[in-house]
Nanobody
């Protein structure tokens, strides 16, 4: 079992920045990759960025060059630095921890709202 606690969401003006954090506890040593997903009203949940335990990263095209994912393995925490935010980035952001191809856990979600 892995518990994920997210923080850092909020309201920001377009062009601003936010940093999301996701702290993992429980069987965190079993985590192979962590990622951030988002879901806007009326849309499907989509991958924003992911990072493996080895540090390999993957980003959605819509956030490349603006968002940076990083992790502190010692603290079992993953971060999402979001710069140059746009109104279309408005969504609930969810942290995900993947232990295997069939075993993953989700955080409760944190709201990010970008005003124009």
């Amino acid at each position: 079992q892995v518990r994920l606690v997210e923080s850092g969401g909020g309201l920001v003006q377009a062009g601003g920045s936010l940093r999301l954090s996701c702290a993992a506890s429980g069987s965190a040593f079993s985590i192979r990759a962590m990622g951030w997903y988002r879901q806007a009203p009326g849309k499907q949940r989509e991958l924003v960025a992911a990072i493996t335990v080895g540090g390999s990263t993957n980003y959605a095209d819509s956030v490349k060059g603006r968002f940076t994912i990083s992790r502190d393995n010692g603290k079992n925490t993953v971060y999402l630095q979001m710069n140059s935010l746009k109104p279309e980035d408005t969504a609930v952001y969810y942290c995900n921890a993947q232990l295997s191809i069939v075993d993953s856990y989700w955080g409760q979600g944190t709201q990010v709202t970008v005003s124009s």
